[in-house]
């Protein structure tokens, strides 16, 4: 048997709003589960913005927790979008934006604009690994310690369970249809994880690495020379 645990935990909120009375009195922090929704939407938006692209392009090719990292996630950020979302709401929103934390919401927000509708593109077991040498605009070996096992774990659930992993890329955050796909994504998960190693796994974090996963392996099916 395999000594695997899996535990599907809450992140920290990123993110503040203030409405009605509540201006007056200052800014109040939304629950967790709003936070993702919201930010979930606010990537969505940004990424539908055709002007925004190379932008947001940009941002995920820079190093996380690099010199250059904040400053070009201050670019890929649009305001139009919080407006947006603020008018949604009634009231006023904002949001202090973590780079990393952003970072993991677009790359979910990517692969539903290119593949949210077709489904998981065929063939991305098949794939031989991806090199990271070409994905960033620095030095790998500034890459934050957690990256490359988190990195792989998203590239191994991908290609193990894709139909699972489209589900859960494209349901919205704590809707039953994201419980449902994190309860199928559990046996790909702990197939990918090495005999006796236990791991905590909030829901961000498996949005996030799955995302990366299932949008690169996915552009490299479709997309071979680009």
Not at 73 to 98: F, P, S
Request: proline share 8%; net charge positive; hydrophobic share 45%.
């Amino acid at each position: 048997m395999r000594a695997v645990r899996i535990a599907v935990l809450l992140n920290m909120s990123t993110l503040i709003a203030a409405s009605g009375a509540a201006a007056q009195e200052g800014p109040t922090m939304l629950p967790s589960k709003q936070v993702e929704a919201h930010l979930a939407a606010y990537a969505d938006c940004v990424v539908a913005q055709r002007s925004y692209l190379p932008k947001v392009k940009q941002f995920l090719r820079s190093v996380p927790n690099s010199e250059g990292f904040f400053p070009a996630a201050m670019k890929a950020a649009d305001m139009h979008c919080l407006d947006i979302a603020a008018r949604i709401m009634g009231g006023k929103l904002e949001m202090r934006l973590q780079p990393a934390t952003y970072r993991d919401a677009l790359y979910p927000a990517l692969y539903r604009r290119e593949f949210g509708r077709a489904g998981p593109v065929a063939g991305l077991a098949a794939l031989p690994p991806l090199s990271l040498s070409g994905e960033f605009d620095g030095s790998l070996t500034d890459l934050p310690a957690d990256y490359r096992p988190t990195r792989a774990l998203g590239d191994c659930v991908a290609r193990a369970a894709p139909q699972a992993a489209h589900s859960l890329l494209i349901a919205k955050p704590y809707t039953g249809r994201e419980d449902e796909a994190v309860e199928a994504l559990k046996p790909a998960l702990a197939s990918c994880l090495s005999e006796g190693q236990t791991v905590r796994l909030n829901r961000p974090v498996i949005r996030a690495s799955v995302g990366e996963a299932m949008y690169k392996l996915s552009r490299a099916v479709s997309s071979p020379k680009t």
